[in-house]
């Protein structure tokens, strides 16, 4: 099942417990980050900023908590988690290769390079390489729309990309590793 459907069928899922809370630091945390928003809806993205800063990315339990606590649908939550680029549902790898498929990217081939990425690593957007080393995002519309197809390799911004320029460039992470 996947983290949608599970998110779904889990409006009556089970929030952590208080016993849960104590034993996860990071939980305790961020339910004190809950308190000082005093539980209001309108500080669920600062609040997903902080869960995703505590776990590194958003939990699915994580998310059940967040929507139990500020009393909203768990759907409400994982909806907002997915709209934005900047949060991420599965665990980051050492290196993240975010494709703006926002329209003029998609128009210039955004489509093409996700799909050589699919097709070489062997990941989609969202998951990370099995072997933690690359996690391949997708944005809506990351700004310079005049270079497009953009991706963002780490930090990195680069324009008028293609699926051999990002193959390079992935080929490059996996035979150094660590760079
Ligand atoms: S559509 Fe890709 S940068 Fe705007």
Redesign the pocket.
């Known amino acids: 099942m996947d983290l949608a459907s599970a998110v779904k069928s889990n409006n009556q899922a089970k929030a952590p417990s208080a016993t849960d809370i104590h034993e996860d630091k990071r939980l305790k945390m961020l339910s004190a980050t809950i308190k000082r928003y005093q539980y209001q809806q309108d500080a669920l993205i600062e609040i997903l900023h902080k869960a995703q800063e505590l776990f590194g990315y958003l939990k699915k339990d994580v998310l059940v908590y967040i929507a139990h606590q500020l009393k909203l649908p768990p759907s409400t939550v994982y909806g907002v988690a997915t709209f934005y680029h900047f949060f991420s549902l599965a665990p980051i790898g050492r290196h993240s290769c975010m494709v703006?498929?926002?329209?003029?990217?998609?128009v210039?081939g955004?489509e093409e390079i996700l799909n050589s990425l699919e097709n070489s690593i062997h990941i989609r957007p969202g998951e990370t390489s099995a072997d933690g080393q690359i996690s391949l995002l997708t944005?809506?519309?990351?700004?310079?729309?005049?270079?497009?197809?953009?991706v963002v390799f780490d930090d990195t911004v680069l324009?008028d990309q293609t699926p051999e320029s990002v193959g390079d460039r992935i080929k490059g992470w996996l035979q150094n590793g660590s760079s």
């Not at 944005?139 to 953009?150: D, E, K, Q, S, T």
């Open positions: 703006c498929t926002g329209t003029a990217c998609y210039k955004a944005a809506r519309c990351l700004g310079p729309c005049g270079i497009a197809p953009v324009g």
